[in-house]
């Protein structure tokens, strides 16, 4: 069958986007699905600045590869042995799932699956197989997703069955920012009523973050940017304050709020001079949680002595740290109670033509998430 997707060839292009052209929207071949895989038709794909990560060459991938990680749709067709979705059933498209057998999805930490990073690596699916390309050459899948077209084949485990009720285009960003902001909140870092938290960063994942700590009960919640622009939304969605990541005086500023730093500071950027700051503005026995990634090369250094004698603590948390299956609808029940206003989040809609520029748009912070609607 053929369709359109959003091709990337080469990483590393320089900005602006809308003139280099990251992604070439172009018509490519999809096969299957075949036994254990599913065909999805996209409705919705969000663009998230992980995407914007691999647009720059910060982790490498198998080129020329379809994008998106990040997506919902409906199940269309199903191969041999599938159980898991069935024809016609919405789904929620994500990463943060694994193999279901291997020890860290036994110990309910799938986004550590070493089986599934492997295929991602290799720009193929969790079975080995691909089933993507374009005049007869291959072409491959974005960790095991590639929601930037019309449809995806993929495997049963990255699809949420989700109610039918719910905003497809809603939908798409709980497939990671939802589950990764909240997650880090509810998983990592078990956050507690009457603690406190930071969240710099908030865009799509760090706003998630923000409505999480609401959720669980945090006394104070601190939002920290570059972008002022972004503050209004933040204290609506749930920070008692916000400050702005370039007052030379907004470490001390918050100390004095928190009489000594926040419990927890979730780092969203993964930008170094965002990490000096996380670990400064952290109280003694807090812990940082490192959601945002930098480079693959990328070193991040710290006083040694003083994370010992303080009793600090640096948590990575990757796609949130938790269970999709169990997370996604608990996030999804929470959505319809009100109590998580993932819709707010949503700044735009695109279409493939728009793909390119919308990358700028993130690139400079002027929106939280867009949304990819590829079949229109």
């Known amino acids: 069958m053929r369709m359109l997707a959003a091709v990337m060839y080469q990483q590393g292009l320089p900005t602006p986007y809308a003139e280099s052209q990251p992604f070439h929207i172009e018509e490519v071949e999809i096969d299957g699905p075949n036994e254990g895989e599913v065909l999805v038709e996209v409705a919705a794909a969000g663009l998230c600045h992980s995407d914007l990560s691999q647009v720059a060459g910060l982790r490498k991938r198998m080129l020329p590869v379809v994008g998106g990680h990040e997506g919902a749709g409906v199940v269309r067709e199903v191969g041999p042995g599938v159980t898991k979705v069935k024809p016609g059933d919405h789904v929620v498209m994500t990463v943060a799932t694994g193999c279901g057998s ?11 699956c070493e089986r599934i990073s492997v295929s991602r690596s290799q720009g193929v699916l969790p ?7 374009r005049n ?6 974005y960790s095991g997703i590639s929601s930037f077209a019309q449809y995806a084949v993929t495997s049963p485990n990255a699809l949420i069955q989700i109610d039918s009720s719910i905003r497809l285009d809603v939908a798409a960003m709980f497939g990671c920012a939802v589950v990764t902001g909240a997650g880090a909140v ?3 870092a078990r956050l507690r009523p009457g603690q406190s938290a930071a969240v710099i960063g908030l865009g799509g994942v760090g706003l998630n ?4 700590a609401r959720v669980a009960g945090a006394s ?3 939002g920290i940017d570059l972008k002022d622009e972004k503050f209004a939304l933040a204290r609506e969605l749930g ?11 907004a470490v001390q500023t918050i100390k004095d709020l928190t009489r000594g730093g926040v419990d927890f500071c979730f780092e969203i950027s993964g930008a170094k001079p965002a990490m000096t700051m996380a670990n400064a503005i952290t109280c003694k026995g807090g812990e940082v949680i490192c959601v945002g990634l930098g480079a693959t090369t990328d070193m991040y250094h710290y006083a040694h002595a003083l994370l010992v004698g303080e009793e600090k603590a640096f948590r990575g948390s990757l796609m949130g740290g938790g269970l999709a299956e169990r997370d996604i609808p608990m996030l999804l029940r ?6 998580l206003q993932v819709d707010r989040l949503m700044s735009r809609t695109m279409k493939f033509d728009e793909l390119n520029r919308s990358l700028d748009l993130l690139d400079r912070g002027e929106v939280v998430r867009q949304i990819l609607l590829p079949n229109g």
Not at 102 to 112: G, H
Not at 209 to 212: K, P
Not at 239 to 249: F, L, V
């Open 186 to 188: 509810f998983n990592t």
């Open 239 to 249: 920070c008692t304050h916000t400050i702005s990541a370039r007052d030379p005086d």
């Open 220 to 222: 104070s919640i601190i």
């Open 136 to 141: 007869c050459e291959p072409v491959f899948h």
């Open 102 to 112: 291997c020890r860290y999805c036994v110990n309910i930490k799938p986004a550590l």
């Open 334 to 339: 929470l959505y319809r109670d009100g109590r």
């Open 127 to 133: 079975n080995g197989m691909r089933r993507l390309s």
């Open 209 to 212: 973050a923000v409505m999480a």
